[in-house]
């Protein structure tokens, strides 16, 4: 499905538009021209429907250069490590999450726990895989003709990073699991989620002025993205907590 010019949205479950596994993050595909990168990588149970629906997009797979993973949770990155073999593309996330992923640590990314939770399936599991790069704040990494701009945002988890696109003057953020639509975000008791994190982390997108707003689940904006922000922050400048998804 093609967003904008440069940005397909190619993957995404039952928080999302179901175009691949149930429990699927939303993932999209970057377009720089020559070179192409994925944000997100689903669950890895259905890399092949990801990729039919890039195909059917007019994607040529071949140009994917990298895998832009915003966290550790096992619907954004677990197919990391199936898209790097594919695609021979290094895979680049924060230092905690190159940790969790490389070692393979469930416990890490909080998915023994929800699984016993019975948030995913007793038979999902994350397959390790190779980090090639740690991003941190302020990276930019080129994928062909555009840019991406790497923001620490941690809170809904450690290591949680957003992404920033610049396309001429329209700015567009993709931001994980941080902040949805409507200025929602997504709290759980787990190890390594941190209310005052996360409360910082928001604080960092008050003056992005985003255009197009892409998260990690649910509904997106193509323009006015900044109004899901301000949601969250008018909550937040009355010392009150937005609402969670979950
Ligand atoms: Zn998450």
């Known amino acids: 499905m093609r967003l904008t010019p440069e940005v397909h949205l190619v993957g995404g479950g039952n928080l999302g538009f179901n175009l691949s596994d149930d429990f ?26 990801i990729l039919a629906n890039a195909r059917a997009d007019g994607i040529d797979e ?27 593309a290094p895979v680049l996330a924060a230092a905690p999450t190159a940790d969790f992923l490389r070692r393979g640590d469930e416990d890490a990314i909080s998915l023994t726990a929800a699984r016993q939770a019975g948030i995913y399936p007793a038979d999902y599991h994350l ?11 302020g990276d930019r990494v080129r ?11 941690p809170g809904h988890c450690a290591g949680h ?8 003057q329209q700015t567009c953020l993709f931001t994980g699991d ?22 910082r982390s928001i604080e960092r997108l008050r003056d992005l002025s985003v255009d197009a707003f892409f998260p990690g689940h649910l509904a997106l904006s193509l323009k006015n993205g900044q109004r899901h922000i301000s949601a969250a922050l008018a909550r ?6 937005p609402s969670s998804i979950v």
Not at 62 to 81: E, F, N, P, S
Not at 127 to 137: F, G, K, M, S, Y
């Open 24 to 49: 699927d993050s939303h993932v999209h595909i970057v377009d720089g021209g020559r070179k192409l990168a994925i944000i997100d990588t689903g669950t890895g149970r259905a890399e092949a429907e």
């Open 161 to 168: 990073l957003c992404f920033v696109l610049h396309v001429g």
């Open 62 to 88: 071949r140009k994917i250069r990298y895998v832009l993973v915003t966290h550790g949770h096992l619907d954004h990155a677990g197919g990391a490590a199936g898209m790097r073999t594919r695609f021979n």
């Open 127 to 137: 397959r390790a895989t190779h980090v090639d790069l740690e991003l941190q704040d």
């Open 178 to 199: 941080l902040l949805f639509f409507g200025g929602v975000i997504a709290i759980q008791r787990i190890w390594d989620c941190d209310l005052p994190a996360y409360v």
């Open 143 to 153: 994928v062909g003709a555009l840019e991406i701009e790497v923001l620490e945002t």
């Open 236 to 241: 937040l400048d009355q010392l009150l907590i």
